[in-house]
């Protein structure tokens, strides 16, 4: 009972879904935005919603350490290769939706123009900076864990989970800690401030992938649905899981849980019972989460705030929003879909006979 390929599919879309939910809804100061009833001690019930997105990238991440777990009995050298594929493609992507969307932000915003510099566009479409678009910073992480992955892996298949585990972990902790309250002082160099976030961004998602491998190495989740999938009413207590998930999380506001609220949120859906709607819904949601990842910001944020949330109540804000993301997402697809084809047909002569052979 390991993660199928639809599970991870599956998993994606939730990632994509609950990244939209915090970043639409993780604010105690609302204004106008949107109605804030009902609410628990004068903050809206939503905003404690949505700190459970924070598990989005750990989710992400733990879906990609396990994959790549899973593919690495690759050769290096071709292991190395399909990476840079994965690079590639991703920088398509993002380099399609920097052309679509930056020139429309400055259309819509012309005021904007004085306050972006050159430099800073540069640095956005190298992925290095995330000026025009503050979900974009995840775009330099995915590619340094994608070029780590094989030390990674290497490290997870020579090394004991406890030790590893408790590495993984610390370092989880200090960056953490570094992120948010600077608990080493590295002054105002703009070289070292730059190395310090990505090195805190990088060293905060270690952990998730490593986890995520370690659950693929030991077979962890056939134990856990061994042990649990006879279990009386199994689905309502793993609705009941997600209740007190939640509970939690309201007691907890910091994201430092996220890690922790992913492997449950992950564990609790896998255990569930999904009839074939839910599987298609989150494989079409799921092929569209980059694109979404992307562009949501767009919507809510930069060009096109008030679109966003003029339906007012959360949950028609939440599914317009997927819905205007969606529709831009096919837009973007029609070009990429043509390149990416291009890329694999590269990809494929590029692998030597042997390799496909044994593939």
């Not at 404690?48 to 990238?57: I, K, M, N, P, S």
């Not at 330099?140 to 780590?148: A, E, H, P, R, T």
């Not at 979404?292 to 003029?310: G, K, N, S, V």
């Given at each position: ?124 479409f190298l992925g290095l900076s995330n000026h025009m ?227």
């Amino acid at each position: 009972m390991e993660l199928s390929k639809q599970d991870t599919r599956d998993l994606k879309g939730i990632a994509i879904l609950l990244m939209v939910l915090l970043h639409l809804f993780a604010r105690k100061e609302v204004g106008d935005l949107y109605i804030t009833d009902p609410a628990w001690n004068g903050v809206p019930l939503v905003y404690y919603l949505a700190l459970l997105g924070d598990a989005c990238r750990p989710i992400y991440l733990f879906v990609t350490g396990y994959a790549f777990y899973v593919m690495s009995n690759r050769p290096l050298r071709e292991s190395v290769r399909k990476n840079l594929f994965r690079i590639l493609k991703l920088y398509v992507n993002y380099w399609i939706v920097f052309l679509l969307f930056v020139p429309l932000f400055f259309i819509v915003r012309p005021e904007q123009w004085e306050q972006v510099k050159t430099y800073m566009l540069a640095m956005d479409f190298l992925g290095l900076s995330n000026h025009m678009n503050g979900a974009w910073w995840f775009v330099q992480i995915y590619i340094l864990m994608v070029l780590f992955s094989p030390l990674l892996l290497a490290i997870v298949k020579r090394v004991h989970y406890t030790p590893l585990l408790l590495i993984a972990g610390a370092l989880y902790l200090f960056s953490h800690m570094q992120r948010y309250w600077a608990i080493i002082d590295i002054g105002q160099n703009n070289v070292l401030l730059y190395v310090n976030n990505v090195g805190v961004l990088f060293g905060t998602s270690v952990f998730s992938f490593v986890v995520g491998a370690l659950f693929a190495k030991y077979k962890v989740y056939s134990r856990i649905y061994n042990r649990l999938h006879k279990l009386p009413h199994l689905q309502i207590v793993c609705l009941l899981g997600f209740v007190l998930l939640f509970l939690f999380h309201m007691a907890i506001e910091s994201s430092v849980i996220a890690p922790l609220n992913a492997v449950a949120i992950i564990c609790l859906y896998l255990l569930l019972k999904k009839g074939p709607a839910v599987r298609k819904g989150m494989a079409y949601i799921s092929s569209h989460s980059t694109n979404i990842w992307l562009t949501h910001m767009f919507f809510y944020q930069t060009i096109f705030p008030d679109l966003t949330f003029f339906p007012k109540h959360p949950v028609l804000i939440f599914l317009w929003l997927i819905l205007l993301c969606v529709a831009a997402s096919l837009v973007i697809k029609s070009i990429t879909n043509p390149v990416f084809k291009w890329i694999d047909s590269k990809q494929r002569q590029a692998v030597p006979a042997s390799v496909a052979i044994n593939a």
